[in-house]
Structures are given as C-alpha cells and as structure tokens.
C-alpha cells in the first residue's frame, strides 16, 4: 500500500511524512513497555488513513523492516526531543525542518518555545487539515514556514517570518538528508550555521553500505527500492566522520553522535518485544560556537 492508494489528503503528503507518524503511532500499540517514545498524537494526524496505515504493524509488527521502521522513527524522535529539553532553559526558538506530521508543538506542555515547522506548502495545508479533522488547536506558538530544501537558503524565509536570528536556536532536521544530495546538505547547514552563537541542530543520516550491519543492510535493501519507487530515492548515505565534517565546515561544532543502541537511555533496551538496535543511521547533535573558538 502507499499513500497515492488514498484519495484527498495523502497524495499531498510526502509518504515518508505518513509512514514515520505512523511508525511512531503503531509504536504504542505494538511495541511493549518500555516505550522508547511516546507520540501521543500521531495516530489521530493520521486520520482517515490510520486503520489502514496501522494495520500492517498490527498484523506484520515483528517483521524486520516495520519493526526497523518504527524504531527509527521513536528513536531519533527521542534523541532530538531530550536535547531540546536539556537545552530549553536558555532556547525559546525551536525550527523543525522537514516537519511533516511532527507533533511537538501540540504536544508540548509548554507554549513558552516558539515552533516554526518547515515543509512543503502542499504538506502543511495537509495537516493543517489533518489537526482540524483531529480537534487539535493550532497554538499562537507554531508558525508554518513553507520552503522547499532544494530551493534555496532557508534562514532568511525563516527570519522573514517571525524568528529572531539575534537569538538562540534549536533545529531539529529529521529523515530529510538522504533524500538530499551531498551539496544541498552542506548548503542548508552552512545556512543553519550563521545563527546566533550556542544554536544548537540534532540531524540524521543513513550509513553507508560498509557501515551498516546485518539488519541495517536488510532494511535498506528492503525499502531503498521502494522509496525510490514513490519518487523519493535516497541520494546520500554518510559516515558519522563526513557528516562531522560537513557540520564543521558549515560552522557548527560536534557535540555528540550517536547510533541507534547509543541514542537512548540503556534500560530501554530491555525488551521483550521486535525491536533490536541497528547499524542503519546515526544521529549528531551540533552547536554553533561562540566567537573566537
């Protein structure tokens, strides 16, 4: 099944939007506890689509691919969620790039951050519609930022609607780079990398071939094809070393990087059900430094 199969709202949603909320839905009622991630709203942002777009983790959860799928989505999620808190004291700006069906800002129990959610325009008007058919409230703190990563620089979009560059920033840029070529990755960052001092980024990225392990090479031989097939192949693929050094030329400096097992507290690994940490992708967590260092 795939999201052109559903009339009205999917075709304007990037099936990769679809399929990660409903890999972090499907991961509360499939997965046992301890949940990795709890996105309370994804399920309802799915909406007409939700029975259908679940019901293949009901019935298949233990399958490698979905259980790859929703362990990627709950992990990562996770990773860049904890770093915002752990960063909230002194950041109240907060950009999602590529947000898709992302939940945060209406999950937050706080409207002190400002969210700014980045995507297509024919993504956003989708979920806006999807939030309406929920009964979720769009709060005063969200601003839809319509942009496209292959068209040019985004900060000035961004400033241009409300963010304050003078300030710190905290971006979250989930799923989004292996879509994209190298070049255009190193533009966004370097873009990215001209906010105020002590922004922070959280990104991914998919591991190339010799880096990835048994389970990691099934999934990607498993959905590159068919990714590919919907119109979204995946371009990039970087080690944790050459994503270090696109940060560093973008003018960020490396905080942490993390693979699946490391990306999330160790008692969660204790699991009695699918889910089993992978060499697939890794997770960076970047701060642009202060002046002089």
């Known amino acids: 099944m795939t999201t052109a199969d559903f009339p009205g709202i999917a075709p304007r949603v990037s099936r990769t939007a679809f399929t990660a909320a409903a890999a972090r839905a499907a991961h509360l009622l499939v997965d046992a506890e301890p949940s990795i991630f709890a996105d309370t709203l994804a399920a309802p942002l799915l909406g007409p689509h939700a029975e259908e777009l679940l019901a293949y983790h009901r019935l298949h959860g233990t399958h490698p691919v979905l259980a790859g799928a929703r362990l990627q989505a709950v992990c990562r999620s996770r990773f860049t969620e904890d770093r915002l808190t752990r960063a909230n004291s002194g950041i109240d700006q907060y950009v999602i790039l590529g947000a898709g069906l992302d939940s945060f800002a209406y999950r937050a129990a706080s409207r002190r951050i400002r969210v700014f959610e980045v995507d297509r325009p024919a993504t956003q008007d989708a979920k806006r519609e999807l939030l309406d058919r929920a009964g979720i409230a769009v709060p005063a ?136 940490p992978a060499a697939l992708s890794a997770l960076v967590h970047a701060r642009v430094p202060a002046p002089g260092k």
Do not use: C
């Open 141 to 276: 703190s969200v601003t839809f930022v319509p942009a496209d990563f292959e068209a040019g620089p985004l900060r000035e979009r961004l400033v241009q609607s409300g963010l304050d560059p003078f300030r710190r920033v905290f971006v979250s840029w989930l799923g989004v780079t292996m879509y994209l070529t190298r070049k255009a990755i190193l533009a966004t960052l370097t873009d990215l990398g001209a906010f105020a001092p002590g922004s922070e980024i959280v990104t991914d990225h998919l591991l190339p071939e010799e880096l990835r392990d048994a389970a990691g090479n099934g999934y990607a031989e498993a959905v590159a094809p068919l990714a590919a097939q919907q119109g979204e192949p995946w371009h990039t693929f970087l080690s944790p070393a050459a994503m270090a050094g696109l940060l560093r030329a973008a003018g960020f400096e490396v905080v942490e990087q993390a693979g699946q097992r490391e990306s999330v507290a160790p008692r969660l690994w204790n699991r009695t059900d699918a889910l089993r």
